[in-house]
């Protein structure tokens, strides 16, 4: 079931970035770019196909530099997850995909901590996706959280958004209200270590 749940949680996440990808970009209607019409010799109209820039290197930003080098074990640490789990844990199992950075910690008895940070191009393309997540889904809103967070129990843990950042923290225990709970402390914390 914890397997499932993470796996569900990058499927959910997956979907929300393949949905604000179509709604994407500055032409409303859709269509291709049309062609040049340019005059012929003789008064003749013909087409020729747009030209295409070569493309130019450029140097990325600080700010997206960070970004890609996100490291959702240091958001919450292994001696922090083992204090809410009761228990010590393994290695990290580690997955950055991006624009995705996750990270979960796991103890024999597969009780877990997982931690997943989504980076979008800015706040207000992270705002969108928030609010869209919770009119689909209707997720009550928590406060007192990083801008805005929600419940997505019981598929998900709490979702936390900051900035231009999407932080979900996960904890698989017994008894649902103590791990939201043990979530929102870790999110709490957490939520304060992103750039």
């Known amino acids: ?11 959910a996440l997956s979907t929300l970035l393949f949905g604000l990808a179509a709604c994407g970009g500055d032409d409303e209607s859709g269509a291709p770019p049309a062609a040049t019409v340019r005059p012929a010799a003789e008064g003749v109209a013909t087409e020729e196909p ?7 290197a450029t140097e ?32 990290p199992a580690r997955e950055d995909t991006p624009p995705i950075a996750a990270c979960t910690y796991e103890t024999p008895d597969f009780d877990s901590v997982s931690v997943s940070v989504l980076t979008y191009d800015d706040s207000a393309q992270a705002e969108e996706g928030f609010q869209i997540a919770i009119d689909i889904n209707d997720f ?22 900051k900035g231009r950042y999407e932080l979900e923290v996960d904890v698989s225990l017994e008894g649902d209200e103590a791990e939201f709970e043990a979530a929102k402390d870790l999110a709490a914390t957490a939520v304060e270590r992103l750039p």
């Not at 747009?50 to 130019?56: G, H, L, R």
């Not at 959702?72 to 204090?83: N, P």
């Not at 009550?140 to 958004?161: K, Q």
């Open 50 to 56: 747009d030209t295409v820039a070569e493309p130019q």
């Open 1 to 11: 079931m914890r397997v499932v749940r993470l796996a569900g949680g990058v499927l």
């Open 140 to 161: 009550p809103e928590v406060p007192g959280i990083g801008d805005r967070a929600y419940d997505a129990r019981p598929a998900f843990g709490l979702t936390v958004l």
């Open 60 to 91: 990325v930003p600080d700010e997206e530099e960070a970004s890609s080098s996100l490291d959702a074990c240091a958001l919450v640490t292994r001696e922090e997850a083992e204090a809410v789990l009761g228990a010590s844990v393994g290695e």
